[in-house]
């Protein structure tokens, strides 16, 4: 069913946000919410503003890929925030939205989900939630649009995506009602982000690490054209890099790429 009116004015009722979810804005269909989001930048006053979408006809995904979103099963959402932080520290606001994407999922799903950096959600080692970040430099701040996508009672995937992806119903047996989880989500995305803005981004990277079954698992990491073989150790501590231990004994720490479980 597409978000009603009641849906949205419940939302907005348990939102203890500071900075995310002042004003949630509810769509049936919109090509991507991330693009809707994007039209608030400049904008007074919009920071914090979610983007909500009953589908999405042209969902984004990273590196350009697309974004399956079926209507009535997921959660679509793009959230704006502006922020001062130098251009270094911005990057980490995934990590961030990452940890409470998972712990929101772990509220509701007994099968667990984990992550996969640098900001998969898996479950039973198939993606279940996605997050996209894009940023816009606007004079002394930079602004953020944070798109995160959720399979929540998808039933089944078209064939090219079946053996990536999951929706947490599939891995449950159950249905899920979305207004809880979204307002989980928003309620410890805020706490989330006040934590890192307060208190730095060594909290968050604790709980990244303690939510990941990547580490000490052999994995192989793709950047650019190169690709590099070796085990999964942690994320660093105030980079929030992935510290790599190539088979050639050598540490390596990667602040972006793609990651492959091998096993
Ligand atoms: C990924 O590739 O893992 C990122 C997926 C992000 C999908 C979400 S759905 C809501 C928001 N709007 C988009 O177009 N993409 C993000």
């Given at each position: 069913m ?7 004015q419940?939302?907005q009722s348990q939102?203890q ?5 002042r004003?949630?804005?509810t769509?049936d269909s919109v ?6 989001a994007?039209?608030?930048v ?5 920071e914090g ?5 009953n589908s999405q006809?042209?969902?984004?995904g990273?590196?350009?890929r697309t974004w399956?979103s ?11 925030l ?6 270094d520290q ?6 961030v939205?990452?940890?409470a994407l998972?712990?929101?999922?772990n509220e509701f799903?007994?099968a667990?989900?984990?992550l996969k ?6 479950l039973?080692?198939?993606k ?7 940023y816009?430099?606007k004079?002394?701040?930079?602004e953020?649009?944070l798109?995160?996508?959720i ?7 078209p ?5 990536i992806?999951t ?6 047996g159950?249905?899920f009602?979305?207004l809880?989880?979204i ?10 982000y ?14 990244w690490n303690?939510n ?14 190169q ?10 501590e105030e980079e929030?890099?992935?510290i790599l231990l190539?088979d050639?004994?050598?540490?390596i720490?990667f ?5 492959t479980?091998m096993?």
């Amino acid at each position: 069913m597409p978000y009603s009116q009641e849906d949205q004015q419940w939302i907005q009722s348990q939102l203890q946000a500071e900075h995310i979810g002042r004003e949630i804005i509810t769509y049936d269909s919109v090509d991507s919410t991330n693009n809707i989001a994007k039209r608030l930048v400049g904008k007074p006053d919009k920071e914090g503003t979610v983007i909500l979408a009953n589908s999405q006809t042209q969902g984004k995904g990273r590196q350009g890929r697309t974004w399956h979103s079926e209507e009535n099963v997921g959660v679509y959402l793009s959230t704006l925030l502006k922020t001062s932080l130098p251009p270094d520290q911005i990057s980490k606001i995934a990590l961030v939205a990452g940890v409470a994407l998972v712990q929101a999922i772990n509220e509701f799903s007994r099968a667990r989900a984990y992550l996969k950096w640098p900001n998969d959600i898996l479950l039973n080692g198939k993606k279940v939630a996605g997050i996209l970040t894009e940023y816009c430099k606007k004079e002394a701040h930079s602004e953020v649009i944070l798109g995160i996508g959720i399979n929540v009672n998808h039933a089944r995937f078209p064939i090219a995506l079946q053996h990536i992806a999951t929706s947490m119903a599939m891995e449950n047996g159950d249905i899920f009602e979305r207004l809880p989880l979204i307002t989980f989500l928003l309620n410890r995305l805020d706490q989330e982000y006040q934590s890192f803005l307060n208190e730095g981004i060594s909290p968050t990277i604790d709980q990244w690490n303690l939510n990941s079954d990547m580490f000490g698992k052999h994995i192989s990491l793709t950047k650019g054209t190169q690709t590099f073989f070796g085990t999964a150790m942690k994320l660093d501590e105030e980079e929030g890099s992935l510290i790599l231990l190539t088979d050639n004994g050598e540490e390596i720490a990667f602040d972006s790429g793609e990651v492959t479980l091998m096993e």
